[in-house]
């Protein structure tokens, strides 16, 4: 199962196997059924999560409790509130499982532990934390210039796979439409 | 005029003074003049920039022709756009000086090289990109969850000295009011 996380790592640098068993020990693997919380508002975010199959999400629910969507995790990607888990403050999100997972968890203080033992993993994790920030510059960037259909057709085209494999009414959430919007933009498109 | 450099890096790892001057060689010092643009839309990003002294914004220009400030970068921020400048690939954005500023400038190869001959500051960059991606989390939720005069009074209680020092067009276009709007609710909040 961990082969998925290893190959991940090596994208990104040179180690071996025996230290990539050695970092992996300070794991939990987890096994989240689908729409189980890992984390809930107000609580403080304890972990960080690679995902080895599956999809979480990161969401909020709004004033007029719908739930807003701001991040997908599926394969190789890590999701957590990178605020609550560095500060130890209650969290103004939910971690959710989208579909019944296979992934990684390690605790902050696991996280130093394991930096602190091998090193190398500080360039992985900045390389992972860069790309990270990366994405979410242009993210905000469309949230904020496109209109709704551009936003769709954008993301359509950039994560073909992911439009096809992700619930719709959460796709729809991620985006900022209603399902019914996205229904109609879809069959516009196929149409 | 570096040692804002130093002292910045000192908050997140232990360095000598004979280190941190060899890292430094690897920088440029750069003095843009208020309204310099030091990429613009269309162009690869060559460069990351460490605010010395000053303030440097990162925007866009929308589909109406009004620009739209995502990001601001005083004394201790990094700023750039992380995707052109990893993938090489045309930036959609510009990053413009707000005030005259010190600033180090540094290319992605130079980067490379650095982080290849002082590898502790893996983990300095990692600590600044993981701060970085934590702040646009919340950044994200905000911009959607937020009313506009929301947006203003958070922002204002999170940051009252930069909301004091920023020309108000400015704040305006990152918060996303017309300056007229913003010197309404800020009127508001003297009366």
Redesign the interface.
Known sequence: MSTTFQQHVRKFITISDDELTAILSFFKTLAPARKANLLQEGAVCKQDYFVLKGCLR?F?I??RGVE?T??FAIENWWIS???SL?FQTPS??YIQAVEKSEILAISGEDKEAM?AAH?KM??Y??LV?????????????Y???FSKEELYLHFSRQFPEFVQRVPQHLLASYL?LTPEYLSELRARRIS
């Not at 934390?129 to 960037?141: E, S």
């Open positions: 990161l909020f709004d004033d807003r701001t991040q509130d990178y605020t560095l103004e999100f930096l090193p500080e360039r994790l900045r934390h860069q790309r990270a920030h990366a994405a979410t510059q242009y993210r905000i960037r949230q904020w210039d900022g």
